[in-house]
């Protein structure tokens, strides 16, 4: 059953991976997840607040993401 399920999960997309991970990670210890979103919540507010203020350098999605598939080869 394993073996299947690992051949199923590999050929998965990066971003049904990653949805896939998540939901494991909260099945295994729910609490940890809440503390992950509390803390998104503070680093999100952060970055608003630097955005706002001019701190923070934005570029376009489709360029970060462009470069993150460069970066690691997707």
């Known amino acids: 059953m394993i073996e299947t399920l690992t051949k199923q999960v590999l050929s998965l997309s990066v971003e049904e991976k990653i949805k896939l991970a998540d939901k494991i990670l909260e099945n295994l210890n729910p609490s940890i997840n ?7 919540i503070k680093e999100s507010n952060n970055r608003f ?16 993401i462009g ?8």
Request: with cysteine; hydrophobic share 25%; net charge negative.
């Open 67 to 74: 470069n993150l598939k460069k970066k690691y080869e997707l």
């Open 34 to 40: 809440n503390d992950i979103e509390s803390d998104w």
């Open 49 to 64: 607040k630097n955005y706002l203020n001019g701190k923070t350098v934005c570029i376009d999605g489709e360029e970060f």
